[in-house]
């Protein structure tokens, strides 16, 4: 049995999409926006967005940061209420999407996302803030933007590291949502052809930035894994990822890069034939976490917690925490289990094939 449900969000995708940004503006009727985000090194597309938009840019707000602060949302809404805009534009990573999100729920404003990286966040109807140290996620149908414009062209300057930690970020997005139980084959589709397209296109898109069709496949990629992330349900490995974000400063890509392999190995026995569909797409005949691990190498992602400055008692802190909310996991995390998966991910190396349970 399965319910299926998939909301609309428009989406233009094409190499110089950008400059049609000003057309589905005025098609939703929008001629005052903020625009959020465009910091250095995206300072030039977005000057050239902001020329082309004129008038209708009546207020920017560049300084975003990762796992959106409460302050910087609460600021962020007050300038979006004072220049009486009547849309939110967000040009950027996850970070100016999360931000113009939240300014999106608090103002009930439509949002357009021009998505910059691979994370995904244009495509859910998931928010998140931090607060003294602790990351909030929810879904809220507010936060979903009504259109998203993908041009490729604007990834081409993604450094290597970022594009292959953002890639495997997306990457997870189609893991948590093919093992989802609850999710319907369409999503179960989107995430195997998203791991596809991921796996085979982001090896060039690092070593050669430049090449467009890479670039171009892995954001079709990551628009599939956003799509199906939007939809599914969140499991241990999302939930991990936000507590050591939000915790504990960890940067969200590169996060979620080292920890992927070692959840996957955990969830395997429970969830075999999802993930060997991942497996396949990804071009391996089977051992799902080996093939994420092996991708990662080949990517030069972080290979461990430990190399992005997690100390071993933090490390077990997050163990708790995991175990105390592992979110819908296809199989039960115990305190044994998480300090497993956690202490795994500390210490990087590959993951052990393991054997089915039950
Ligand atoms: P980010 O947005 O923080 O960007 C990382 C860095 O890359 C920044 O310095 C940014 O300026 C730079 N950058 C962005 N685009 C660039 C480009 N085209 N060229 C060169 N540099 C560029 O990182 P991210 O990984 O995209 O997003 C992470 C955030 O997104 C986290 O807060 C995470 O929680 C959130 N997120 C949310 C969802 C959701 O569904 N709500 C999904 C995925 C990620």
Redesign the pocket.
């Known amino acids: 049995m399965f319910v299926h449900e998939m909301p609309a969000t428009r989406v233009v995708f094409a190499p110089g999409a950008r400059h049609q940004l000003s057309g589905e503006l005025a098609a939703l009727g929008l001629s005052r926006v903020v625009l959020i985000g465009g910091?250095p090194?995206?300072g030039a597309v977005v000057e050239e967005i902001v020329e082309a938009l004129g008038e209708t840019v009546g207020a920017r707000i560049q300084d975003v940061v990762?796992?959106?602060p409460v302050e910087r949302a609460g600021q962020a809404a007050r300038i979006t209420r004072a220049v009486r805009a009547d849309g939110l534009v967000s040009v950027?990573?996850?970070?100016?999407?999360?931000l113009a999100?939240i300014v999106a729920l608090r103002t009930g404003l439509p949002l357009v996302a021009v998505p910059?990286?691979y994370?995904?966040?244009e495509m859910?109807d998931?928010?998140?803030t931090t607060e003294r140290g602790v990351k909030s996620t929810g879904r809220d149908p507010r936060v979903r933007p009504s259109t998203v414009v993908y041009d490729p062209e604007?990834?081409v300057?993604?450094?290597p590291a970022?594009t292959a930690a953002?890639g495997l970020?997306a990457l997870a997005h189609c893991v948590e949502a093919v093992y989802d139980t609850q999710a319907s084959p369409i999503i179960h589709l989107l995430a195997v052809r998203g791991a596809h397209a991921l796996a085979s296109a982001l090896p060039r898109a690092v070593s050669m930035g430049d090449d467009l069709t890479a670039r171009g496949e892995t954001l079709f990629g990551a628009w599939l894994a956003?799509t199906a992330?939007g939809v599914a349900r969140m499991g241990a490995h999302h939930r991990l990822c936000h507590i050591l974000?939000g915790a504990f400063g960890m940067p969200?890509?590169e996060t979620h890069a080292a920890v992927l392999p070692h959840v996957v190995a955990f969830n395997e026995p429970a969830a075999t034939a999802a993930l060997e569909a991942v497996a396949t797409a990804m071009g391996a005949s089977h051992d799902p976490a080996g093939a994420i691990w092996d991708l990662c190498r080949r990517l030069g992602t972080p290979p461990d917690l430990r190399s992005l400055g997690l100390s071993r008692g933090q490390a077990l802190e997050v163990a708790s925490r995991l175990a105390a909310h592992p979110g819908p996991n296809p199989r039960p995390v115990t305190e044994d289990d998480a300090r497993e998966i956690v202490l795994a991910a500390f210490d990087g190396g590959r993951p052990e094939l393991r054997k089915r349970i039950g």
Do not use: M, R, Y
Request: net charge neutral; charged share 5%.
């Open positions: 910091a090194p995206l990762e796992h959106v950027g990573g996850g970070s100016a999407t999360g999100k910059t990286t994370a995904g966040s859910t998931i928010w998140g604007l990834t300057g993604v450094p970022l953002s970020n956003g992330l974000g969200h890509a």
